[in-house]
């Protein structure tokens, strides 16, 4: 057990290690000295954080060999992050499966892991089964929770309503009607938790500033990435495009609006709508096999499910000028046709206000696109905070 003087000092080494973190991101390299500048910690001080990170294989220690030697004729050692060195965890507690991935430094992913689950899985199992999971691939050597920075959880929930990640993720609440304990106990360093839409769209995101992300599933969430940040809004519920009205004489929503895009083109009811037009589909992606062949109602409800999602689209981008717009999910199967008349809007819906550019295409499936959002989320927040 840990007592709260414990865990004070861990606090305080775990900031002087983020300082030390955060400079050679910054920098890429560094001698000793300059890091003693960049963090305004003592030489000892320092020199113990340093030990400590090469012991745990995250820092290492080589001669420069393009500089100058030193003034006393050695070569100057400097340090510098292993990029081999897994610096973040992404976690997606989703609904129809967990997955895992881990980020090195450099953003790459170094390794995943994906399990399916049923869709009726309480959150706290899956966060049972996660930590799981995590535990296995620390156990044969693919995680070394010394090198991790941070961990990012990407949730499924309509409850995930995370406080402001900017004054204390550390600190936040954990969602509602779960504990994240288990995942705490295995990866000690900092956790930040989510939507897990919102960080698969960081996934996308981060060669691009400005853009909408868009899944088309059971039901539909959407995502903004604004100036490279995501958009939270003001009570964690920025982003719910399924629920904007495209036909305000339409059916009753279960949110309690009318006529909202989720109501219209979500997975079951696309299946639905086709049958009252006189073809029963197994799943979309028959439907969408058959509008590719040339099936007329298979073509007319890709063309249907285009001109509603067009609305939103439209009214989204009136409002938040993306610089793209990624459609994901499901229906995202339907490719370009399903396009083809989100495009004609944006074109005849275009203001005159100035030039402006939104590119639209289809993201390829992607199942770790949540988990891998998520590390990549979890390591821009701790250890690359610096460079956005
Ligand atoms: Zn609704």
Known sequence: ?????????????????????????????RTRRELETDTNLSRTTLSAIVGELRRRGV?????????????????????????????????????????????????????????????????DAKVKLAAGMVK?????????????????????????????????????????????????EVLPAPLLWDNNIRLAAMAYGKDSDNLLYVVLSAGISS??????????GGNGLAGELGHLSVDFAGPSCWCGRQGCLESFINEGNVLVEAAHRGQSFASIAELAQAAADGNGIAANIVDWAGELLARAIVGACVLLD???????????????????????????????????QTVI??????????????????????ALATLS
């Open 322 to 356: 993306p610089s793209r717009v990624v459609i994901a999910g499901e229906l995202s199967q339907f490719g370009e046709p399903l396009l083809v008349p989100v495009r004609k809007a944006l074109a005849e819906q275009h203001l005159d206000l100035g030039p402006r």
């Open 361 to 382: 295409s289809t993201a390829e499936f992607a199942p770790s696109a949540g988990s891998d959002g998520a590390a990549q989320t979890a390591l821009k927040h701790w």
């Open 59 to 123: 820092l290492t220690e080589n001669d420069q060999s393009f500089h100058a030697a030193g003034r006393n004729g050695r070569p100057t050692k400097v340090l510098s992050l292993n990029p081999k060195a897994g610096a973040a965890v992404g976690i997606e507690l989703g609904r129809r499966r967990i997955g895992i991935s881990v980020t090195g430094f450099d953003g790459t992913i170094v390794t995943r892991e994906r399990q399916d689950i049923s869709s009726s899985m309480a959150l």
């Open 136 to 184: 296995a691939m620390i156990d044969d050597g693919r995680i070394n929770p010394g090198t991790v920075v941070g961990t990012g959880v990407g949730i499924a929930s309509r409850h995930a309503n995370p406080l402001s990640l900017s004054d204390g993720a550390e600190r936040q609440f954990d969602p509602q009607g779960a504990t994240l304990a288990p995942l705490r």
């Open 1 to 29: 057990m840990l007592t709260p003087d414990d865990s004070a000092l861990q606090a305080v080494r775990r900031r002087h290690e983020l300082r030390v973190l955060e400079s050679l991101v910054t920098h890429g390299n």
């Open 223 to 232: 995502a903004v990435v604004t100036n490279g940040a995501l958009l939270r």
